[in-house]
């Protein structure tokens, strides 16, 4: 089975009341929208071609080089020894914002007791908005399997 | 029935951009527009994210590689618009649930949904934006995961792990408001 049907499946058994109300969409546009986009999309296109990016052997491996060196300095200065930096403790608005995706006391603890081993890492990963694995709520790993054994 | 993907990159190699454009906005902006509009307040709004959208891919259809599908590609500039868009008027974090939140659905002129629908479009609205996108993704587009993982560039576990949460949380609001 397709995972774009596995939906459905575990959704029923998990979520009923939101597998009751349906996909019906609600939304509607102006009469002849859709038709009047057709005729901006012309006004878009007479306004100017695209031009196809050229960019130089020289310049890609400049830019290259560029970024390596500013990757490898920011990881020198992020690991420095003694640097304040490594113990940088999450801001209110990344806390509020990881704290709302755990919606259990027990999922929070969870992600507090991560974060105060290592405050550095937890801040990078949930910045880039990212749960580490290991620290995915236990009731959805469940859910996980569930989904995955309807593949 | 051609499959769409084959059709622009017969175009795009033929460097025909304002056909293929043309295509593209023909074949795609009603869907691209229901995408927008799940996630902002009016049509008013979504009017103006898409017409920047198509602004972008008209730009940079040039440079669209078929490294992934076009639809992808043009939903990934959608997503970003429709952010920009949402961070530009402070509208990132979700409103607090009042009773006019439904109210203010229902009063919408391009809105017409039984209660039950109604119910549910107001759930989502409570959802964080990412949480929101991820779960209309999952749920009305029927996306997969692998592929909302490009759109919005996240990893599938944690593409997984907000679905799993924003359809609880709906679930719970359903559950509360049902009568």
Wanted: glycine share 4%; proline share 5%.
């Amino acid at each position: 089975m397709s995972e774009k049907n596995t939906h459905s499946k575990s959704g029923n058994e998990n979520f009923p009341l939101l597998a009751k109300s349906g996909k019906t969409n609600p939304y509607k546009v102006p009469e002849g929208y859709f038709e009047s986009l057709q005729q901006k999309a012309k006004l878009i296109a007479a306004a100017g071609h695209p031009v196809p990016k050229v960019i130089a052997l020289w310049s890609q491996l400049a830019t290259g080089a560029v970024a390596a060196a500013a990757l490898i300095l920011a990881v020198m200065l992020f690991f420095e020894p003694g640097n304040d930096q490594t113990k940088t403790e999450l801001t209110t608005e990344e806390l509020i914002e990881a704290f709302d995706l755990y919606t259990t006391d027990t999922d929070i603890e969870l992600l507090a007791d991560y974060i105060d081993q290592s405050p550095a890492e937890a801040s990078l990963r949930l910045a880039l908005d990212e749960i580490p694995e290991e620290f995915i709520p236990e009731e959805f790993e469940l859910y996980e399997m569930m989904d995955d054994s309807a593949m | 029935m051609t499959d769409p993907n084959v059709i622009i990159h017969g175009l795009l190699d033929k460097g025909a951009y304002e056909e293929a454009f043309s295509f593209i906005v023909k074949t795609y902006s009603e869907r691209l527009y229901f995408h927008i509009r799940r996630m902002t307040r009016t049509h008013e709004d979504t009017n103006d994210i898409l017409q920047e959208t198509l602004v972008k891919i008209w730009k940079n259809l040039p440079g669209f590689q078929g490294r992934s599908r076009i639809y992808t590609w043009l939903n990934r500039i959608a997503t970003n618009e429709t952010l920009t868009f949402l961070r530009k008027h402070n509208r990132m974090k979700p409103d607090g649930y009042n009773d006019d939140a439904m109210k203010q659905l229902s009063s919408d002129p391009y809105f017409d949904a039984d209660e039950a629908t109604a119910l549910l479009h107001t759930a989502i609205r409570l959802l964080p934006p990412r949480q929101q996108l991820v779960f209309n993704m999952r749920y009305f587009d029927e996306l997969p995961f692998a592929e909302i993982s490009e759109i919005l560039d996240t990893s599938v576990g944690s593409l997984k792990a907000s679905y799993h949460i924003a359809a609880k949380k709906i679930e719970e609001f359903l559950r509360n408001n049902t009568t």
